[in-house]
């Protein structure tokens, strides 16, 4: 028990050297290293200790469809999103990933025509079914939809020009890289199509929560929402039985289940999240000094991180005066009650010198590494610049960001 705490009250070990004013900053992953300072002011909230003797069976319960997923994550996902009103949880199967890595990769593979049923006498399966996502699209859908050379899908690109009625279509919204609140393209009824719906970004710290979402399934993962990111956990709220069976099935084959050390501690966390919301007595002055303080609420800090962030980024680039950004948009968040702006966890930069045209390489060579809007299937004027870094990196990069001519 000593030596965990011990362990825990050391600094994390984040892989990340230090910065300096002339550091390379490295804004290409979405690390999201800046809750950091939060879950550090968080006390023993979200701390975990597990004897040697838990966690060992690789099952948790063979009654769920998700037999390896851990009943007390299954809880406090259901209670986070009932605490945030952003996805529909009553009547959804919980599933565990790896990081919603996994659980997309568990997504196409489930909905991917079963070739079983071309060996009965149909041609369904015979072909890979096409893959699509409206650019820009997060840069992993095709290189994780492509990477082992599957027969049963592969990427076919922009969902906007996209010909034919079988498919599967990724939604991501807010969407990586730029932003933008979306839906599908296409049109799901009149077709064998199938969608995906990725919300990663979908919490009150990037967008108002404008409605609760309830599509067939949605992804959604500590990494965004807490910044857990070396966690490794993500969760798939499934409308269906079938569906979900068979992207358990893909876990069961690919890892055998999903590490339990890491879905309790996510369950912790989310806990935590959860508690600064329903669990705050009314302080007064003489409770202040007899009461413990009250849990802190991971979505003000970061929803004020954001919007900090956000305002000193557009006043570099009007100090710069080479670079847009996308508009502001803004919306009624249920969750807060209040209008609020999105701050988007990517900044979609566009580098407007018309000598310019490889914006990742300009910025590269000053010592900024973001990703080529290229790699998204759009403009290489373009780049994402993560917006979730360390504060020492992000006020580096926007101070030389308005400096630049
Ligand atoms: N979806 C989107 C849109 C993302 O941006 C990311 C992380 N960059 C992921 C999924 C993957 O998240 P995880 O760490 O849970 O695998």
């Excluded at 000593?2 to 070990?13: D, Y």
């Excluded at 063979?62 to 851990?70: G, H, M, Q």
């Excluded at 949880?89 to 079983?116: C, I, N, R």
Aim: glycine share 6%.
């Amino acid at each position: 028990h000593r030596r965990a705490r011990t362990a825990s009250s050391m600094a994390p070990s984040t892989g990340k050297p230090a910065v300096t004013p002339d550091s390379v900053i490295n804004l290409d992953h979405g690390d999201p290293t800046m809750f950091e300072a939060f879950w550090r002011e968080t006390g023993d909230a979200a701390e975990l200790v597990i004897p040697g003797w838990q966690t060992m069976s690789y099952f948790s319960d063979v009654t769920n469809v998700c037999w390896f997923l851990e009943p007390e994550l299954d809880r406090q996902v259901r209670r986070l999103h009932r605490v945030v009103g952003n996805a529909a949880v009553d009547g959804y199967h919980v599933l565990v990933g790896t990081g919603s890595t996994q659980l997309f990769m568990a997504a196409l593979y489930a909905l991917a025509p079963d070739s079983s049923s071309s060996a009965a006498g149909g041609d369904a399966g015979d072909e890979p079914i096409s893959v699509v996502s409206t650019a820009p699209y997060y840069s992993s859908y095709p290189a994780v939809t492509d990477f082992l050379r599957s027969g049963l899908f592969r990427w076919a690109g922009d969902a906007d020009t996209f010909k034919g009625d079988s498919y599967i279509e990724l939604v991501c919204s807010p969407n990586n890289p730029d932003g933008t609140i979306r839906e599908a393209v296409l049109d799901s009824k009149t077709s064998n199509g199938k969608t995906v719906h990725d919300l990663a970004y979908y919490w009150p710290q990037y967008t108002p929560i404008t409605k609760r979402a309830a599509h067939d399934i949605m992804l959604f993962t500590v990494s965004k929402s807490t910044g857990h990111a070396g966690t490794r956990i993500g969760w798939a709220l499934v409308k269906d039985r079938a569906i979900a069976r068979k992207m358990t099935k893909f876990v069961e084959l690919n890892t055998i289940g999903v590490s339990k050390d890491s879905q309790m501690r996510a369950a912790k966390v989310l806990a935590a999240v959860s508690d600064g919301y329903e669990r705050r007595p009314e302080q007064t002055k003489e409770t202040m000094t007899t009461h413990p303080p009250p849990p802190p609420r991971l979505f003000d800090f970061g929803r004020r991180k954001m919007v900090e962030r956000w305002s000193m980024l557009r006043a570099a680039a009007a100090a710069s005066g080479i670079f847009s950004l996308p508009e502001e948009t803004s919306g009624f968040c249920n969750f807060t009650k209040e209008t609020a702006a999105t701050n988007p966890a990517f900044a979609w930069l566009r580098c407007d010198r018309e000598d310019v045209e490889d914006c990742a390489g300009f910025l590269r060579g000053h010592k900024i590494l973001t990703r080529s809007g290229a790699q998204f299937g759009a403009d290489a004027r373009y780049v994402r610049v993560s917006m979730l870094d360390r504060d020492d990196a992000f006020d580096i990069f926007v101070n030389r960001l308005s400096s630049l001519k």
